[in-house]
């Protein structure tokens, strides 16, 4: 049983890495920019949540939509100035400057949040409770509803893209920028959008990892942006269903790791990573949902 | 006089050595069907880059329905009423025939949610390929993707169409289909600038013909007048226009 409970708890960390990696992967099929500072987008929104709790006083689980909103405005901004800069200058100017925004990042909430851990929401009993199945799986519910809102928003992401206005435009310009031009698309726009939904669900992201766990400046590069990574090739690039399976694979792999061997919690993880790279380099799902 | 709808002022783009354009001048009117030959490489769908923004003049200006469009880039010039096509169709291939002109009438077209689904329906009957709507533009063959690069610049409303070699690549018959969907369309005031090899296609539907070569135009007339002109025919040597379709042409122009 203690196998099944380690099954049961990579599944749903699998929902947590989705929410990490499905910005990671849009941006990519939309504009072919490799976000190296997507990861520490999530701990922006951890500590920007942190900020507003302090000041404000709203709820913890309030915070989510205030700072998807204020994640999403700032990724249609830093799009449409910064990244845009970038993407006339070639590929790998775009590398560049989002490894630079990272260093920045990191450097500057250590400035000042200082390196000390912190968590959001500390002692909520709501996200501490649990239930138990048989006697040995313990199941948080607070888990359970970040996996849940994974598919809600991997759902809805797939439903805008296959029936909004919008949606549409995203996935002309991602096929064919110059042709969707010439049906008078202003890319940059689109761009801007595309960045504001990728912000926007890296932050729900970076909240719930705070809530579970704890974060600090630098965990954007140290963990989420490689399970993000991880999770998107083992999925298939440019899949948004294929960013939760990759998340799954990938936090089952790291609990059955951990169960044999603490130690080996990453190190399984990365193994079955460099597995499918070489057993199948498209990904698990080479051509799935829109995106 | 009222201005020309497009027009070319000293229009100078060079890539390197390779010279598209030199000093060029060029009107088009409004309703006005205009030939463009030339022999390859001649950089005919160079010049439709710069009347549809996707490249910028070294020098010279673009003025289109009476603004000057230089600095704006093809979106911008799109929405502004200039259709254009691509030689090789570059239809978004995930997205189904409807969405393809769907979002042509929705971003070039500047409709709302409303009246684009009856704009983009128009232009699929318009162009015959209402039928496949749904299915996915990458599984269209040849002529159905030409159609549909068609339809998609129609659904942005333009008062110029731009179009680069349709009629390449298919057969006598399929020719002929396109030729009168363009004639219906120029016939509701849309002018046209067609740049094509297939020259049959183009003589019996330009009322104005010239060729493009070295970065300027040699000969500007009627297509018997451009294709009889000597330096024309020394430029074209060797490719598909001879003195029998020559004669054809003078021939068809001079009958009644």
Not at chain 1, 57 to 67: A, G
Not at chain 1, 98 to 112: H, K, M, P, R, V
Not at chain 2, 31 to 41: D, F, Q, R, S
Request: proline share 3%.
């Amino acid at each position: 049983m203690a196998w099944v409970n380690a099954i049961v708890q990579g599944l749903l960390t699998g929902g947590l890495y989705a929410l990490f990696a499905c910005g990671l992967s849009l941006l990519f099929g939309v504009m072919k920019v490799v976000n190296l500072a997507h990861g520490d987008l999530a701990t922006v929104a951890g500590y920007i949540g942190v900020g507003i709790i302090a000041v404000t006083r709203v709820p913890v689980l309030w915070s989510i939509p205030i700072v998807v909103v204020l994640m999403a405005v700032l990724g249609y901004v830093l799009q449409r100035s910064l990244i845009q800069a970038a993407i006339t200058r070639g590929e790998l100017t775009t590398l560049i400057v989002t490894f630079g925004l990272s260093i920045i990042i990191e450097n500057g909430l250590q400035q000042f949040f200082t390196a000390n851990s912190r968590g959001l929401g500390v002692g909520d009993s709501f996200i501490t409770s649990s239930f138990s199945i048989g006697s040995q799986v313990v199941i948080a519910w607070f888990n359970l509803a970040i996996f849940v809102l994974a598919v809600v928003v991997l759902l809805a992401l797939q439903q805008f893209m296959t029936r909004s206005r919008y949606g549409r435009l995203i996935r002309a310009v991602a096929d064919d920028r110059e042709a969707a031009q010439l049906s008078g698309a202003d890319y940059r726009h689109v761009f801007g959008i595309a960045a504001a939904i990728a912000f926007g669900t890296v932050a729900i992201a970076g909240i719930c990892d705070g809530m579970i766990t704890t974060i600090s400046p630098t965990i954007g590069t140290d963990t989420i942006l490689l399970f993000a990574f991880a999770s998107v090739v083992i999925g298939g690039l440019g899949s948004l269903w294929g960013t939760l399976l990759g998340g799954v694979v990938l936090g089952v792999a790291q609990a059955i790791g951990a169960q044999i061997n603490p130690a080996w919690e990453q190190l399984a993880g990365y193994l079955v990573f460099l597995l499918v790279l070489v057993i199948r380099p498209q990904g698990l799902t080479s051509r799935g949902a829109a995106a | 006089m009222t201005s020309p709808l497009l027009e070319l002022d000293r229009v100078t783009k060079r890539f390197g050595r390779v010279v598209i354009a030199e000093d060029l001048s060029f009107s088009v009117g409004a309703g006005e069907t205009v030939g463009i030959v030339g022999p390859n490489g001649a950089g005919k769908t160079s010049l439709f880059g710069l009347i549809s923004g996707d490249l910028a003049p070294n020098a010279g200006q673009v003025s289109f329905a009476g603004r000057t469009v230089t600095r704006l880039d093809s979106a911008a010039r799109c929405r502004l009423g200039i259709g254009r096509t691509y030689q090789v169709p570059r239809p978004f291939v995930d997205m189904t025939v409807f969405e393809n002109v769907l979002v042509a009438a929705q971003q070039g077209g500047r409709l709302g949610r409303k009246a684009s689904y009856p704009a983009a329906a128009a232009a699929l009957e318009r162009t015959g390929i209402a039928g496949e709507a749904n299915v996915p533009a990458g599984r269209l063959g040849l002529l159905a993707r030409k159609r549909l690069e068609i339809a998609r610049a129609l659904a942005t409303g333009p008062q110029l169409l731009l179009l680069d070699e349709v009629a390449g690549g298919l057969t006598d018959p399929e020719v002929t289909v396109l030729v009168e969907i363009v004639r219906a369309v120029n016939a509701e005031g849309v002018a046209v600038i067609w740049i094509e090899h297939v020259v049959r296609a183009l003589t019996s539907l330009v009322t104005r013909m010239t060729c493009l070569y070295g970065g300027e135009f040699i000969g500007d007339g009627t297509p018997g007048e451009v294709l009889a002109d000597p330096r024309v025919r020394e430029v074209y040597l060797g490719s598909d226009i001879d003195a029998s379709t020559i004669q054809q042409v003078i021939k068809e122009e001079g009958a009644p």
